[in-house]
């Protein structure tokens, strides 16, 4: 499954290990959020993000987000991610965070990159302009 392949068997969720084979089965889009706690425009981003999330999911569009941290200790990532409700890579795992940023060309945060679900394929690396411009989440298509 490409998901798996992309982030893992799994991934960090609020109640300890999520398989993210099911995140692949239930969602249409997942959003990868690279960011950390002591980006300014990052903290800015993060509650504008948590909205977006928040109405798509409560209008049945199948969207999740992935946290992946620019950190650079465990705890201050384990805090930052308590005041988010979606998913994430374990901190622990920096070679997966660089092969991610690499592979998308993240340069700087914070940056969403969507992909599809069920294929992994690149749907944009601009997901802050589409959290402004696409307010209904249209992008959100199975």
Not at 63 to 80: H, N, P, W
Not at 107 to 119: E, F, H, M, R
């Amino acid at each position: 499954m490409a998901l798996v392949e992309l982030l893992g068997a799994t991934v960090t969720g609020k109640d300890g290990d999520v398989n993210v084979a099911d995140v692949a089965a239930e969602n249409d889009v997942v959003g990868l959020y690279f960011s950390a706690h002591w980006c300014p425009p990052c903290r800015g981003f993060t509650p504008v993000l948590s909205e977006y999330h928040a109405k798509l999911r409560a209008a049945g569009k199948k969207f999740q987000v992935v946290f992946i941290s620019s950190d650079r200790e465990e705890g201050a990532a384990k805090d930052y991610y308590s005041s988010m409700p979606w998913l994430m890579v374990p901190f622990s795992d920096r070679a997966r965070k660089e092969t991610l940023g690499s592979k998308y060309g993240v340069s700087g945060i914070p940056t969403l990159v969507l992909v599809n679900a069920k294929t992994s394929e690149l749907i944009t690396k601009e997901g802050r302009k589409v959290v402004s411009e696409d307010p209904e989440g249209n992008f959100c298509k199975p």
